[in-house]
């Protein structure tokens, strides 16, 4: 990181997609759009570069990065997968929308809020881990996102809002945890291939019959005499 310390130099010339091209952009020199926030933390705004496998950079020019701006890589055709870096805490609304080629997405623990359609139509996303410490699964958080498979949500989480699973037709497993009180419309619209789903007695509200609809295999588990027993009944 200091190879260059103590230099008057301003400008390095690198081939595109090197090791020296990789770091660059890895350590914030190259690919990426940002502005400092009034707390002397980086919020990124936009990557520019078109690297399949995106590492974001931990701090740029000498401060810590802590937010994933709106659309930050909105529409991007190049990433397969993208790691964010521990110390972020809030990813914004559409942050990667519309990525047709992502694969893989890493979050770390330090993740506390995300915004409303972080991954909506990217359909070819198979993994992604939900951060420990969320407490809401936002609207149409994976709407479209037509190849993920499987997904655990964190035991933090108490409601999962409008259209998170919308239209993710190779979904077969959700572990669903018990604090979990709320499931909202077309949350689960249809998720074909989703057979078995339990929820506990604390959730006290299903939308309505949208919220499952267009799952023809689904049976639903739950306590009888609970809310989603009945909500299952019908």
């Known amino acids: 990181d200091d190879a260059f310390d103590g230099t008057d130099l301003q400008t390095v010339i690198v081939e595109e997609n090197c090791y020296a091209f990789?770091?660059?952009?890895?350590?914030?020199?190259?690919?990426?759009?940002?502005?400092?926030?009034?707390?002397?933390?980086?919020?990124?705004?936009?990557?520019?570069?078109?690297?399949?496998?995106?590492?974001?950079?931990?701090?740029?020019?000498?401060?810590?990065?802590?937010?994933?701006?709106?659309?930050?890589?909105?529409?991007n055709g190049f990433m397969r997968s993208?790691?964010?870096?521990?110390?972020?805490?809030?990813?914004?609304?559409?942050?990667?929308?519309?990525?047709?080629?992502?694969?893989?997405?890493?979050?770390?623990?330090s993740v506390r809020s995300i915004g409303?359609?972080?991954?909506?139509?990217?359909p070819s996303l198979v993994r992604v881990n939900i951060p420990p410490y969320l407490t809401e699964l936002p609207r149409a958080m994976f709407m479209a996102c037509e190849n993920l498979n499987v997904i655990v949500?964190?035991?933090?989480?108490?409601?999962?809002g409008k259209s998170v699973f919308y239209g993710c037709s190779n979904l077969s497993s959700v572990t669903v945890p018990d604090p979990v009180t709320t499931i909202g419309q077309t949350?689960?619209?249809?998720?074909?291939?989703?057979?078995?789903?339990?929820?506990?007695?604390?959730?006290?509200?299903i939308y309505d019959d949208t919220s499952f609809s267009g799952c023809s295999r689904l049976v639903i588990d739950a306590p009888e005499g609970s809310v989603a027993w009945e909500y299952a009944q019908t």
Not at 41 to 54: D, G, K, P, Q, R
Not at 187 to 205: D, I
């Open 187 to 205: 949350a689960f619209h249809n998720c074909e291939s989703l057979e078995y789903l339990y929820l506990s007695e604390n959730v006290t509200s």
């Open 153 to 160: 949500i964190p035991d933090g989480v108490t409601t999962i």
């Open 22 to 75: 990789r770091w660059a952009v890895e350590h914030g020199y190259i690919g990426w759009e940002w502005r400092k926030r009034p707390d002397d933390t980086i919020e990124i705004l936009a990557y520019t570069s078109n690297l399949t496998t995106v590492v974001v950079p931990s701090s740029i020019a000498g401060l810590p990065v802590r937010s994933i701006g709106s659309e930050a890589f909105y529409g």
């Open 116 to 122: 409303t359609q972080v991954f909506c139509y990217c």
């Open 82 to 109: 993208v790691t964010v870096p521990d110390g972020v805490t809030d990813i914004g609304n559409k942050a990667f929308y519309d990525c047709p080629k992502l694969r893989e997405v890493s979050l770390p623990d």
